[in-house]
C-alpha cells in the first residue's frame, strides 16, 4: 500500500507561483510514475504532469507546459509541481498520483493505483 499527501496548494495571484509538494509513504519502490491532476470545479479530472520515478523522463499537458515544471526527491520520496505565471484558469483542486505504470499512456488517470486526498489552489484576478 501507498500513501500519498499533497501540501502546497492555496490562494495566489495570477501571475504568481505556489510549490505542491507530494509525500509518499509505504511501498514507493512498487511505482514507476508520479502524475499530478487536476479537477476544476464541475468539470472532469484531467492531466497535468508526470515524472517517471527512476529515469525523471517528464511529461506536461500543453496547457502548462512552458509555466509548470514537475520534479522529484527520491531520497524523500517527495515529488513536486512548481507552479509558475499562474492563471485563472489553473484553479481547481490538484491531485498527485502513483502507479507501477511504465506506458505511454501516463495521462489517463485508471492508469494510476495510488492517489492523494488533493489540495485547492485558487487564482484570483
Known amino acids: 500500500q501507498v500513501t500519498l499527501v499533497e501540501s502546497g496548494g492555496g490562494l495566489v495571484q495570477a501571475g504568481g507561483s505556489l510549490r505542491l509538494s507530494c509525500v509518499a509513504s509505504?511501498?514507493?519502490?512498487?511505482?514507476?510514475?508520479m502524475g499530478w491532476f487536476r479537477q476544476a470545479s464541475g468539470k472532469e479530472r484531467e492531466f497535468v504532469a508526470a515524472i517517471r520515478w527512476h529515469g525523471g523522463s517528464t511529461y506536461y499537458a500543453d496547457s502548462v507546459k512552458g509555466r509548470f515544471t514537475i520534479s522529484r526527491d527520491g531520497a524523500k520520496n517527495t515529488g513536486y509541481l512548481q507552479m509558475n505565471s499562474l492563471k485563472l484558469e489553473d484553479t481547481a483542486v490538484y491531485y498527485c498520483a502513483a502507479g507501477p505504470y511504465s506506458g505511454s499512456v501516463y495521462y489517463m488517470p485508471r492508469q494510476y493505483d495510488y492517489w492523494g486526498q488533493g489540495t485547492q489552489v485558487t487564482v484570483s484576478s
Open positions: 509505504g511501498r514507493t519502490f512498487s511505482w514507476y510514475t
